[in-house]
């Protein structure tokens, strides 16, 4: 399997300590954020990553150089200005990315999850890690029930999508490119029943602003 960090967004809820630092590059406890992503993936036995690339990009690319300090193979996708959101970046990647299922994260989250335990059925396009609603985001994204994840409220609570999931490059058959978000193309396969999720109850954070950056670093020091 092979992985692909999320990296290439301005930042604007950051600002302005993005004005000047990619977002992955800001430090938490000492480290760039994107450095716990590339640890976690070489954890779970994962080698080749894909990164792509917009705002500041070459301060990225210049900083984690060919991955050898993780023992990883680093690829990175060009997308230029404006990026192409969190579909599109994806979309961009698939040639990268191969014939077979792959891991997607988040440039913008922090996690202890066990990437090494995430799995795909054969007749699934996506598999979806959720959590607990955080307070900045209590109505939720997806409802997890019997294993499955829908779009349907009736069938349980909504629980928020940790930006960690493995999908399918057939998951995007319908798109031919562009500027969009993952969160359509996720729906429409739920519609298919064709996403399967699990509930991760342990530490995540969306890292989205100044202020959950410096909680995450008492979270870390804690």
Not at 77 to 89: I, K, R, V
Not at 130 to 142: A, C, M, R, T, Y
Not at 154 to 173: D, Q, W
Request: glycine residues 12%.
């Amino acid at each position: 399997m092979k992985a692909m960090i999320l990296a290439a967004g301005r930042g604007e809820r950051m600002r302005p300590l993005t004005d000047g630092t990619p977002k992955p590059l800001l430090e938490v406890a000492g480290h760039p954020l994107i450095h716990y992503h590339l640890e976690a993936i070489a954890r779970a036995g994962i080698k080749d990553v894909v990164i792509n690339l917009s705002w500041l990009g070459d301060q990225i690319r210049d900083a984690l150089a060919d991955g050898h300090d993780w023992n990883l193979t680093l690829h990175f996708s060009e997308e230029g200005h404006p990026p192409l959101e969190t579909g599109g970046g994806i979309f961009r990647a698939l040639p990268m990315l191969g014939p077979n299922p792959f891991l997607v994260i988040n440039g913008d989250v922090w996690s202890e999850f066990p990437l090494g335990s995430l799995a795909l059925a054969d007749h699934d396009l996506a598999h979806l890690v959720l959590v607990d609603n955080p307070p900045h985001h209590k109505s939720g994204d997806f409802v997890l029930a019997d294993g499955r994840v829908c779009d349907d409220s009736e069938l349980g609570p909504r629980m928020t999508f940790s930006g960690i999931g493995v999908y399918r490059p057939e998951l995007f058959a319908d798109y031919t490119g562009g500027a969009f978000s993952l969160i359509p193309v996720l729906k429409e396969a739920m519609g298919s029943g064709q996403v399967s999720g699990l509930h991760y109850s342990g530490r995540w954070m969306d890292v989205g602003t100044p202020e959950r950056l410096a909680a995450l670093a008492r979270l870390i020091h804690d």
